[in-house]
């Protein structure tokens, strides 16, 4: 079985500085990537900042024989993110690989919750992916080469209590994985999403400690290394925790024609069932192949 391997690769990795932005890191580097180790150092919340933390990982895959820089800038400055592809660029003159990592948690009830600490999750969580991803976008492009991994959760995809900007944050990026995959196609741009469900400081709290052993962060890096690798697929949202994978994906149900003379509310009532049956339900795919479904539908009658 050959090897994966990320030889003559660059990769940047956000929130590398601890938890499974660490790990990721220092897989890639194992095999063979030169690493951007980004972390802005920050508390859980997001507060504070320092450079330690992606310093040390950085010794680390250096004293394993691996090559690595530190970045401290926060995804969500402009200048930090231009400054971090910079530095890249300056060292090692492309960029293959972004694992879009980093984020915070300011977790409330929607009641309690502040508007500005919605907006400060959703700017960390989607807006530094995609400051990062447009970043490396031309990049990636001119090399006709490029792996992205954004980080989603099972917040965004299902919903969690207390947590409805980070499930917003985290379902907004499977909008933008979804463009994406389709606009980087032709450069061989491959962008994909790991759901996981792992022991880092943002669960420490929450779980007891035998559940945290099991849930290691390694547990999930085997699947970001396959996302980010020349054999990724495009467009997968791969769930991962404690050994387990599984391929997340939507589904929209096979629908009913109701026709469009005196269409009203009763009759979308009244059809519910029939609306819902997930008999014969497909997953959702982008670039019109569901709309012409439905026109379909309308045409059979």
Not at 104 to 131: C, N, P, Q, W, Y
Not at 146 to 167: D, E, K, M, P, W
Not at 193 to 209: D, F, G, H, K, Y
């Amino acid at each position: 079985m050959a090897e994966v391997r990320f030889d003559d690769k660059v990769a940047i990795v956000t929130g590398a500085g601890g938890g499974l932005g660490r790990s990721h890191a220092l897989e890639l580097a194992r095999r063979g990537a030169k690493v951007v180790v980004n972390d802005l150092g920050a508390s859980i919340d997001g507060s504070g900042g320092s450079s330690d933390a992606a310093r040390q990982v950085v010794e680390e895959i250096i004293a394993a024989g691996g090559q690595a820089i530190a970045n401290g800038a926060s995804v969500t400055d402009d200048a930090g993110v231009a400054g971090l592809v910079r530095q890249t660029m300056d060292q090692w003159g492309r960029i293959d690989i972004l694992i879009a990592n980093a984020g915070i948690l300011r977790d409330r009830s929607f009641a309690k919750m502040e508007v500005s600490d919605f907006e400060l999750v959703v700017d960390v969580h989607l807006m530094g992916t995609v400051k990062c991803a447009h970043a490396v976008w031309e990049i990636m492009r001119a090399q006709n080469y490029g792996r992205i991994v954004v980080t989603t959760s099972s917040t965004g995809l299902y919903g969690n209590f207390g947590q409805s900007n980070y499930g917003a944050a985290k379902l907004g990026l499977i909008g933008l994985m979804g463009t994406l995959k389709l606009e980087g196609g032709k450069n061989n741009i491959h962008v994909n999403a790991i759901s996981p469900v792992a022991a880092t400081r943002m669960t420490e709290n929450l779980l007891p400690p035998e559940m945290q052993d099991k849930l290691k962060p390694e547990y999930v890096t085997a699947g970001v290394i396959y996302l980010a690798s020349d054999e990724a697929p495009t467009g997968a949202i791969l769930a991962a925790g404690a050994g387990v994978f599984a391929l997340a994906r939507m589904y929209e149900t096979e629908g009913v024609y109701l026709g469009e003379n005196g269409l009203s509310a009763e009759e979308v009532r009244d059809n519910w069932e029939r609306i819902s049956d997930p008999t014969g339900h497909q997953a959702y795919t982008a670039g019109g192949e569901q709309t012409m479904k439905f026109l379909r539908k309308v045409q059979a009658g």
